[in-house]
Protein backbone atom coordinates (compact mmCIF):
# COMPACT_ATOMS: atom_id res chain seq x y z
CA UNK A 1 0.00 0.00 0.00
CA UNK A 2 1.02 3.47 -0.99
CA UNK A 3 1.12 5.42 2.98
CA UNK A 4 2.46 9.22 2.63
CA UNK A 5 3.09 10.50 5.95
CA UNK A 6 3.07 14.32 7.13
CA UNK A 7 4.80 16.55 9.58
CA UNK A 8 3.24 19.25 9.90
CA UNK A 9 4.56 22.93 10.72
CA UNK A 10 2.72 26.12 11.18
CA UNK A 11 5.33 27.56 8.00
CA UNK A 12 6.82 23.76 6.67
CA UNK A 13 4.95 20.83 6.38
CA UNK A 14 7.38 17.85 5.61
CA UNK A 15 5.83 14.46 3.36
CA UNK A 16 7.16 11.68 2.83
CA UNK A 17 5.88 8.55 0.92
CA UNK A 18 6.52 4.68 0.89
CA UNK A 19 6.93 2.18 -1.68
CA UNK A 20 3.81 -0.04 -3.07
CA UNK A 21 5.71 -3.26 -0.66
CA UNK A 22 5.97 -0.43 2.30
CA UNK A 23 9.69 -1.67 2.95
CA UNK A 24 11.35 2.37 1.83
CA UNK A 25 10.26 5.46 3.46
CA UNK A 26 11.84 8.18 1.47
CA UNK A 27 11.20 12.04 2.44
CA UNK A 28 9.12 13.46 -0.77
CA UNK A 29 9.23 17.46 -0.06
CA UNK A 30 8.24 20.36 1.95
CA UNK A 31 5.32 22.44 1.78
CA UNK A 32 5.96 26.32 2.15
CA UNK A 33 2.54 27.61 3.03
CA UNK A 34 2.16 29.30 6.36
CA UNK A 35 -1.90 29.57 5.84
CA UNK A 36 -3.54 26.07 7.71
CA UNK A 37 -6.44 25.63 4.67
CA UNK A 38 -4.38 26.23 2.06
CA UNK A 39 -1.56 23.96 3.63
CA UNK A 40 -4.48 21.12 3.85
CA UNK A 41 -5.65 21.49 0.02
CA UNK A 42 -1.46 21.67 -0.78
CA UNK A 43 -1.23 18.49 0.76
CA UNK A 44 -4.20 16.61 -0.48
CA UNK A 45 -3.44 17.43 -4.14
CA UNK A 46 0.32 15.83 -2.94
CA UNK A 47 -1.35 12.58 -1.57
CA UNK A 48 -3.50 12.29 -5.15
CA UNK A 49 -1.08 13.29 -7.62
CA UNK A 50 1.25 10.21 -5.73
CA UNK A 51 -1.25 7.88 -5.09
CA UNK A 52 -1.57 7.56 -1.66
CA UNK A 53 -3.61 4.84 0.03
CA UNK A 54 -3.39 6.41 3.40
CA UNK A 55 -2.27 9.27 5.15
CA UNK A 56 -0.36 8.92 8.39
CA UNK A 57 -0.14 12.74 10.17
CA UNK A 58 2.62 13.28 12.94
CA UNK A 59 0.65 13.57 16.30
CA UNK A 60 3.03 15.52 19.04
CA UNK A 61 2.32 13.84 22.32
CA UNK A 62 4.12 15.79 24.78
CA UNK A 63 6.83 14.07 26.34
CA UNK A 64 5.00 12.90 29.76
CA UNK A 65 2.10 11.34 27.07
CA UNK A 66 -0.46 14.54 27.01
CA UNK A 67 -1.89 16.34 24.29
CA UNK A 68 -1.44 19.76 24.22
CA UNK A 69 -2.23 22.48 21.46
CA UNK A 70 -0.39 21.40 18.56
CA UNK A 71 -1.74 18.19 18.70
CA UNK A 72 -5.06 19.24 18.39
CA UNK A 73 -4.11 21.33 15.73
CA UNK A 74 -2.11 18.74 13.76
CA UNK A 75 -5.96 16.39 14.41
CA UNK A 76 -7.68 19.53 12.83
CA UNK A 77 -5.14 19.48 9.75
CA UNK A 78 -5.97 15.34 9.53
CA UNK A 79 -9.51 15.67 9.44
CA UNK A 80 -9.07 17.96 6.98
CA UNK A 81 -6.80 15.84 4.72
CA UNK A 82 -9.89 13.20 5.34
CA UNK A 83 -12.62 15.42 4.15
CA UNK A 84 -10.69 16.49 1.15
CA UNK A 85 -8.85 13.29 -0.08
CA UNK A 86 -11.91 10.65 0.99
CA UNK A 87 -8.42 8.96 2.73
CA UNK A 88 -7.94 7.07 5.86
CA UNK A 89 -6.10 9.19 7.87
CA UNK A 90 -4.02 7.71 10.88
CA UNK A 91 -2.36 9.90 13.60
CA UNK A 92 0.61 8.80 14.91
CA UNK A 93 2.91 9.75 17.49
CA UNK A 94 5.82 11.65 16.48
CA UNK A 95 7.50 12.23 19.69
CA UNK A 96 11.81 12.67 18.86
CA UNK A 97 11.47 12.25 15.09
CA UNK A 98 12.53 15.73 14.63
CA UNK A 99 15.66 15.14 16.80
CA UNK A 100 15.98 11.75 14.55
CA UNK A 101 16.11 13.87 11.34
CA UNK A 102 18.95 16.42 13.09
CA UNK A 103 21.13 13.30 13.36
CA UNK A 104 20.29 11.88 10.31
CA UNK A 105 21.21 15.30 8.63
CA UNK A 106 24.43 16.01 10.72
CA UNK A 107 25.18 12.42 9.18
CA UNK A 108 24.98 13.66 5.92
CA UNK A 109 26.36 16.42 6.46
CA UNK A 110 23.79 18.63 5.25
CA UNK A 111 24.04 22.34 6.30
CA UNK A 112 22.49 25.81 5.74
CA UNK A 113 19.30 26.20 3.55
CA UNK A 114 19.06 22.86 1.99
CA UNK A 115 19.28 21.30 5.56
CA UNK A 116 16.20 23.52 6.60
CA UNK A 117 14.56 22.68 3.35
CA UNK A 118 15.41 18.74 3.68
CA UNK A 119 14.62 18.50 7.89
CA UNK A 120 11.05 18.21 7.98
CA UNK A 121 10.67 15.62 5.08
CA UNK A 122 13.17 13.60 6.59
CA UNK A 123 10.81 13.80 9.60
CA UNK A 124 8.10 13.23 7.61
CA UNK A 125 10.39 9.93 6.73
CA UNK A 126 11.10 8.77 10.25
CA UNK A 127 7.15 9.14 11.27
CA UNK A 128 6.53 6.60 8.58
CA UNK A 129 9.53 4.61 9.40
CA UNK A 130 8.00 4.07 12.69
CA UNK A 131 4.64 3.32 11.58
CA UNK A 132 5.63 0.92 8.85
CA UNK A 133 7.73 -0.90 11.29
CA UNK A 134 4.34 -1.15 13.70
CA UNK A 135 2.28 -2.09 10.15
CA UNK A 136 4.85 -5.14 10.26
CA UNK A 137 5.31 -6.34 13.65
CA UNK A 138 0.96 -6.42 14.14
CA UNK A 139 -0.41 -7.48 10.25
CA UNK A 140 -1.52 -11.16 12.31
CA UNK A 141 -3.30 -9.36 14.59
Same mark, same amino acid.
Given at each position: MK??????G?S??GL?M %??????I??????????DF????A??S?R???N????I?????? $??NG??????E? %????????R?????E?V????????VTA???? $??LN?R?K???????A????V????Y??????????
Amino acid at each position: MKIMSVDYGDSRTGLAM %CDKSEIIASPLMTVFERDFERCAAAVSERALENKAELIVVGNPI $NMNGTLGPRSEK %CRLFADMLRERTGLEVVMWDERSTTVTAIGIM $NDLNKRGKKRKEALDATAAAVILEGYLAYRKNNSGK
